[in-house]
């Protein structure tokens, strides 16, 4: 071989390196630009803004482990929260020992349907909205766990319709 012939596979060999850097890049950019990925497998990448176990209504009382709902709690100052009612009692938290009285009572904050602004109870608003959990699951109206990726009903065979929230941008307010 000689160095015509080596010189002339070194240009291939670079050649084929570029056309292969220009193919990832190209794709690269029409993913992000038209986000092919997305409607070629039918999934969005889009996220709920909202999810409802955000809020402190639909944690848990750490003495009787119920759900705090609308019943007045008392937040400790290590964090945790109780129902009032609960609390009281003990005169202090169980976790930390701080003394009931240095504990805030107040109401819970409640989670609100990020379309119609209304107070939820449960996880589908009056307007018609499901707000999902971290887990992306909810609750149908049957009682049945529904995943957000198969909005179908097993158990009762309700359809509910996938729709995502656009994100507020500073535009927009």
Do not use: W
Request: charged share 30%; proline share 5%; glycine share 8%.
């Amino acid at each position: 071989m000689d160095f015509g012939d080596a010189a002339f596979n070194l240009g291939i060999i670079i050649a084929l390196v570029v056309a292969i850097a220009i193919v990832f890049l190209l794709q690269g950019y029409l993913e992000a630009r038209y986000n092919l990925r997305d409607k070629i497998t039918g999934k969005s990448k889009k996220e709920s803004t909202t999810f409802l176990d955000e809020s402190e209504g639909e944690k848990k009382c750490e003495i009787c482990y119920g759900v705090i709902d609308e019943d007045p709690i008392a937040k400790c100052t290590c964090g945790r929260i109780f129902h009032d009612a609960c609390a009281r009692p003990t005169g202090s938290c169980p976790y930390c020992a701080a003394p009931y009285e240095k504990m805030e009572v107040r109401e819970p904050e409640r989670s609100r349907c990020p379309v119609c602004g209304r107070f939820l109870k449960g996880n589908i608003c009056s307007c018609g909205a499901v707000i999902p959990r971290r887990d992306d699951t909810f609750l149908c109206k049957c009682g049945n766990r529904v995943d957000v990726d198969k909005p179908v009903c097993r158990k009762c065979g309700a359809v509910y319709e996938a729709a995502m929230m656009p994100k507020k941008t500073v535009d927009d307010e």
